[in-house]
């Protein structure tokens, strides 16, 4: 039995991982890439290690893009199986796909535009509304804690993970000849005492495990304490008459919000005549899913509903869906407080939100979910003075709020207490789900309290699987991590600039109106490299390098 790591390795990005054994070849999750270009451009599998035609079905732990995100995209291409899942996570992709696809295929279509202009061919979208519509007919309903055969020798159960609604840790029983393996996929875990969603099922035994490790290195603060820090965000900025920014994930992260604006309403600490504006259409179609599966909810928050009470509804509460709506929060007067797409303020209306706040002193941008590497949110959590946002370099006067406490993954000390139930010494443990350098903290406290032998494989690592010890690991770093030939491209740079150089009496001699084009050609460049330098000393700084 062999399995390939397609993503979230040493990343918390494009969950999927392919196994392949005497009876199929499958897989778990198949996520969007997401953050930089060259993490991105894995989402066109130029490698061809996805080989979607080939896959027998898969099994999808929720529907966060980065675990479903490609699922239009391999079925376009050759996937013709059930994809396993449970009924909330059916009803969330139905309206996260297709956003995906719009977003492909506006994103597609600016950049054809760009393209044409220039005499190239247009650019093709990763999939279209079209194709996320028709992977939906491949979806197949399973219920919790009720084993399913989705191919010979092949037994499967979801149990609810705890992470948003309709989420599922996997355990996954293969017979090859008269042995049987048994695989947990933990999916993303969610912390315990979350509002809204159960608390994370366990399980006791697995051959091998494969387990997140978004919060590896550290600790969330607990519920109450979050709820106050985010009373005191909405404090700051109200009693300066600016608003309160929060980038969140229209899924689980904007419904916890209004739950706990809720909260804080019946606590006193939400002023009655501060609008609450969830700005994100995905959010708002998101939110009357939750809604509608009110019988997934934890025990006391199905009592409140039962009582009469709606924990996602308020007086105070706007949702804006038109861009007019969106454009009008910006050209308000006075304090608010603004949700809005993405949680890691790298796409969606949240860019315009803090381009037009981040500079204020008064105003806060409130962080309440993981920020991975490469993206905006993560320069602004880590103190970053300005930032380019919608090609503008913008200082950051806002006061920023990182929350960890409301963060749909368990954090270190949750991660191993529901590792603790684990009775069998010999389980291997493969990390996933996370940046390395966290992974490396947990891997040595997993390896001294519990004694597993634990592995963090890379993207694009083949590992065959055999019982009682045995790693083999096939690496492809080449594919992983292709080399950047920063002599070749600072020569062709420097190349370009002798030869504008060399041409400066030709321009001198042309008309003003292309001397004045010319010119602020150039001075766009040289503010991409002050902003280059700015974001190289500024990571120098960081960490401490005085290179």
Not at 98 to 113: F, K, L, N, P
Not at 218 to 235: G, P, Y
Not at 434 to 446: D, Y
Request: a negative charge; charged letters at 25%; glycine letters at 8%.
């Amino acid at each position: 039995m062999k399995i390939t790591f397609l993503g979230a390795a040493r990343t918390v990005t494009g969950s999927c991982y392919v196994l392949e054994c005497e009876h199929a070849r499958f897989a778990i999750d198949c996520g969007m890439h997401q953050g930089n270009r060259v993490i991105e451009a894995r989402n066109w599998d130029e490698n061809g290690m996805y080989r979607p035609e080939a896959l027998d079905f898969i099994l999808l732990t929720h529907a966060h893009i980065d675990h479903s995100g490609l699922l239009p995209r391999l079925a376009a291409k050759g996937f013709k199986g059930r994809v396993h899942t449970t009924a909330p996570t059916r009803d969330l992709l139905t309206i996260m796909l297709e956003d995906s696809a719009r977003i492909q295929e506006t994103d597609a279509q600016w950049r054809s535009t760009k393209k044409l202009r220039a005499g190239d061919p247009p650019v093709e979208p990763l999939y279209t509304v079209e194709q996320a519509q028709k992977v939906l007919k491949q979806l197949k309903i399973e219920e919790y804690n009720a084993a399913f055969e989705p191919a010979p020798g092949i037994r499967v159960v979801f149990n609810d993970a705890g992470h948003i609604l309709g989420s599922a840790f996997i355990e996954l029983w293969i017979k090859e000849g008269e042995e049987e393996t048994k695989l947990v996929f933990s999916g993303d875990l969610g912390r315990p005492n979350q509002l809204l969603v159960r608390n994370p099922e366990t399980v006791e035994h697995a051959d091998f495990l494969f387990l997140e490790s978004t919060y590896g290195s550290r600790n969330h603060k607990n519920e109450a304490q979050s709820r106050q820090e985010l009373a005191e965000a909405i404090a700051y900025s109200y009693e300066r008459g600016e608003k309160v920014i929060i980038p969140a994930f229209a899924v689980e992260r904007t419904q916890e919000l209004l739950y706990s604006f809720y909260l804080l309403r019946k606590e006193g600490k939400l002023p009655e005549d501060l609008p609450v504006y969830v700005d994100s259409p995905l959010a708002i179609k998101a939110t009357e899913i939750f809604r509608r599966h009110w019988d997934y909810y934890d025990h006391e928050t199905k009592q409140r509903v039962k009582s009469g009470e709606n924990p996602l509804e308020m007086p105070n509460l706007r949702f804006s869906l038109s861009v007019e709506e969106s454009r009008a929060i910006n050209s308000s007067q006075g304090p608010a407080i603004v949700i809005a797409g993405s949680g890691m303020a790298n796409a969606g209306r949240i860019k315009h939100h803090l381009r037009h706040n981040i500079w204020k002193p008064g105003a806060s941008i409130v962080f309440v979910g993981f920020q991975a590497e490469g993206t905006p949110g993560r320069r602004i959590v880590d103190g970053a003075q300005t930032i380019r946002i919608l090609g503008e370099e913008l200082s950051v006067k806002a006061k920023v709020f990182t929350i960890g406490g409301f963060s749909g993954h368990a954090g270190q000390s949750q991660i191993l207490d529901w590792l603790s139930h684990f009775r069998n010494p010999d389980v291997q443990v493969y990390l996933i789900h996370g940046e390395h350098s966290g992974q490396k903290v947990l891997a040595e406290l997993i390896r001294e309290k519990f004694k597993f032998t634990v592995h963090i494989p890379d993207y694009l690592d083949e590992c065959l699987l055999e019982k009682g010890g045995r790693f083999e690991l096939t690496a492809r770093p080449s594919l992983a991590a292709p080399r950047i030939d920063w002599e070749y491209l600072l020569e062709e740079t420097t190349d370009k600039l002798d030869q504008v150089r060399e041409r400066v009496e030709f321009i001198q001699r042309m008309g003003l109106s292309n001397q004045v084009e010319i010119r602020g050609n150039l001075l766009d460049i040289n503010a991409r490299f002050t902003s280059i330098l700015s974001e190289l000393m500024f990571e120098q700084k960081r960490k401490g390098d005085k290179a």
